[in-house]
């Protein structure tokens, strides 16, 4: 029963701003260690920023200073706010766990395309 489903993608131009939304469909949201994750076509899944149980973020460099992640626990959501975005942030955005057990399974993700 766990699904995510991820919202707020669309059409950005460079120097623009989108936001994400991941509304989660699990147990427990408020402990689990959560991520976004992207791919871009002929590129592998990335991890582009994570957020734990305790609200300790982290970014991948080369959103550093632009992505900013966050959750509300209450609405069992995880946003992604994307700033001074550029055309290599092209891509589908997921949403899942960070976990060495693995992910759960993968959303359909949301489509954000950077272009002008």
């Known amino acids: 029963q766990v699904q995510f489903v991820e919202s707020g993608g669309g059409l950005g131009q460079p120097g623009g701003s989108l936001r994400l939304s991941c509304a989660a469909s699990?147990?427990?949201?408020?402990?689990?260690?959560m991520g976004w994750y992207r791919q871009a076509p002929g590129k592998q899944r990335e991890m582009v920023a994570t957020i734990s149980s305790g609200n300790n973020t982290n970014y991948a460099d080369s959103v550093k200073g632009r992505f900013t992640i966050s959750r509300d626990n209450a609405r069992n959501t995880v946003y992604l706010q994307m700033n001074s975005l550029k055309p290599e942030d092209t891509a589908l955005y997921y949403c899942?766990?960070?976990?060495?057990?693995?992910?759960?399974?993968w959303g359909q993700g949301t489509q954000v395309t950077v272009s002008s």
């Open positions: 899942n766990r960070v976990s060495p057990l693995g992910p759960f399974p």
């Open positions: 699990v147990r427990l949201f408020s402990i689990i260690h």
